[in-house]
Structures are given as structure tokens and as C-alpha cells.
């Protein structure tokens, strides 16, 4: 079993729409919760980090960490075509150190 | 601010010969971490490298090593290639302290096995 499963996608969705996208994780020394987005041909960068649980808001962007059910989540809100790609949850249990990636949700939004 | 820059971009090797990939961290940043990802998956950890030291591995084989240099730059080499070592090859860096969770990463070398 892997540590972290990312709902594997692919999401279509019309310009607008509200956006959720999930991660589940069996390692609870996890501590540090990233997002990260990747473009097609690009590396991934990061959009939003959450340390431990609660909410962060940035803009359309809400990331949501819930440890007690080792589930993430990110909202993004009024989604634009320019939303369109691969999304990454990623997770470290210390501040250095590698991270542990989701296999990615494709997310794409129609005009 | 340059970026973490990879090259080359592509490489293109056959069954058994070697590859070396390399990298070049942001200014500053004094960590290194490669990461595999296959076609469809998502970023498998290779290789933490700091102040010139490997820290970790990932679940590789010993023909996946690499190196860290005195200016932080970072090369990866794969020996005896197999095709499943067909993927895309991303190095990140960050910077130590507080915000070492931070990995900036460059562009990748797609690595391709015939």
C-alpha cells in the first residue's frame, strides 16, 4: 500500500466551477502538507503548504488538513482554464528531507 | 532569480550504457533532492544531497548514485540502463532553515531507454 493516494482523476470541469482534489496518507509523522502544480513539459511548483492541521486561504486556493482522517484536500475556487493541470499532493514528516508525492489529479477546465 | 536549471533536457541512451544527468540549485540553496517520475505516476525519491553529503536514498537500486559539488551543482548517474529507467529525472533545492519544506524544481531531464 502506498503512504499517500491522490484521487487518481482525470477532472474535467467547466470554467467557474469549484474545484476539490483529495489526498489520503497512512504515515501519521507526517507534519508538512505541500500542493504543488505541473504544468505539461515543466516541473512541479509549489502553490500552497499547510504545517500540521487547519485551513490556509490564498487567493482561489484553500488548503485543508484534516490529521485525525489523514486526508487533505485542495479548493480552488471560480477555476480558469489557466488552472488546467497535474496537481501533486506532497507530504514530509520533518522539515528537511525528501517528500512523498501523490500520483497527481490531471485537472482540466473548460471555457 | 535564475532557477534550478537541469540539463540536458533530453537524453537519449541504450540498454546498458550509463547516463549522467545534472543540476544547478538557486543561489542560496544549499540541498539537492532527485526525484524519478514515470510516465503517469507521480515523483518517486531518488537522492538528498546537503553541504556536499548524501542524507537519504529512496527505494533504488545501487546503479542510481549520484554526487554533491563544492558549489552545490549535483549530478545524478544511472548505470547498466534499463528501459524502465525511461522517466523524467526533476532536481529540486531549498534553502536551510525554517523554510527548508520549500523545493523549487527545475524542468527535468526526460531520459529515454531504447
Known amino acids: 500500500q502506498k503512504e499517500v493516494e491522490q484521487d487518481p482523476g482525470p477532472l474535467s470541469v467547466p470554467e467557474g466551477a469549484i474545484v476539490s482534489l483529495n489526498c489520503t496518507y497512512s504515515n501519521s509523522a507526517f507534519q508538512y502538507f505541500m500542493w504543488y502544480r505541473q504544468y505539461s513539459r515543466k516541473g512541479p511548483e509549489l502553490l500552497m503548504y499547510?504545517?500540521?492541521?487547519g485551513n490556509k486561504e490564498d487567493g482561489r486556493f484553500t488548503a485543508q488538513v484534516d490529521k485525525s482522517s489523514k486526508y487533505i484536500s485542495l479548493f480552488i475556487r471560480d477555476s480558469q482554464p489557466s488552472d488546467s493541470a497535474t496537481y501533486l499532493c506532497?507530504?514530509?514528516?520533518?522539515?528537511?528531507?525528501?517528500?512523498?508525492f501523490g500520483d497527481g489529479t490531471t485537472l482540466t477546465v473548460k471555457p | 532569480e535564475a532557477g534550478v536549471t537541469q540539463s540536458p533536457t533530453h537524453l537519449i541512451k541504450t540498454r546498458g550504457q550509463q547516463a549522467t544527468l545534472r543540476c544547478s540549485p538557486i543561489?542560496?540553496?544549499?540541498?539537492v533532492y532527485w526525484y524519478q517520475q514515470a510516465l503517469g505516476l507521480g515523483l518517486q525519491f531518488l537522492l538528498w544531497?546537503?553541504?556536499?553529503?548524501?542524507?537519504n536514498r529512496g527505494n533504488f537500486p545501487p546503479r542510481f548514485s549520484g554526487r554533491q559539488f563544492p558549489n552545490y551543482s549535483s549530478e545524478l548517474n544511472v548505470n547498466a540502463l534499463e528501459l524502465e529507467d525511461s522517466a523524467l529525472y526533476l532536481c529540486?533545492?531549498?534553502?536551510?532553515?525554517?523554510?527548508?519544506?520549500?523545493?523549487?524544481f527545475g524542468p527535468g531531464t526526460r531520459l529515454t531507454v531504447t
Open positions: 506532497a507530504m514530509k514528516d520533518t522539515n528537511a528531507g525528501k517528500s512523498t
Open positions: 499547510t504545517y500540521s492541521s
Open positions: 529540486a533545492s531549498s534553502v536551510p532553515g525554517l523554510t527548508h519544506y520549500e523545493q523549487y
Open positions: 543561489s542560496g540553496h544549499t540541498s
Open positions: 544531497y546537503d553541504e556536499g553529503e548524501e542524507r
